[in-house]
């Protein structure tokens, strides 16, 4: 499941863990998070500022995925934060998945494509069946 942190999305997670829960197999969440220019150092990656960001993308992912958690106690889950682009963070995951869940917002501008750049990188780029779940 490829899980943005920028507001609700109770329709995918619920979908997600129904997913998991009728296979039988665990959860595995992944967020992707490119990292901020000021992440780079002349020599590279600052590897203390990648920690700081991994550990709070974590937190955060934690926090929105516990009541869901206690909701299926049964189904176990994994979490993970990959530092890079969300898009590559998902199509990386996916080979060996037996469902890729994403979502997508049911709130878009009229002139906006109807599906965002991760779930078009997933469409033409996952190696596994993929869902896309629109939420608010």
């Not at 000021?38 to 990656?45: I, K, L, Q, R, T």
């Not at 958690?69 to 889950?77: A, D, R």
């Not at 037996?98 to 049911?106: C, E, F, N, P, Q």
């Not at 993929?130 to 608010?136: E, F, G, K, Q, Y």
Request: aromatic share 4%.
């Amino acid at each position: 499941m490829g899980l943005s942190l920028h507001g609700p999305c109770d329709g995918l997670l619920d979908f997600a863990f129904d997913a998991a829960a009728v296979r039988g197999v665990p959860l595995h969440a992944v967020h992707g998070r490119s990292l901020p220019v000021a992440a780079y150092a002349p020599w590279g990656v600052d590897p203390s500022v990648c920690d700081e960001i991994r550990a709070a993308a974590l937190k955060e992912l934690g926090e929105v995925l516990r009541p869901w958690h206690e909701k299926f106690p049964g189904i176990p889950m994994v979490s993970s934060v990959r530092l890079e682009s969300p898009a590559r963070a998902l199509v990386e995951a996916a080979p060996g998945a037996d469902l890729l869940v994403l979502g997508r917002s049911r709130h878009r501008s009229a002139l906006a494509p109807r599906l965002g750049n991760v779930g078009h990188a997933a469409v033409h780029h996952a190696a596994c069946p993929l869902a896309i779940v629109p939420h608010d």
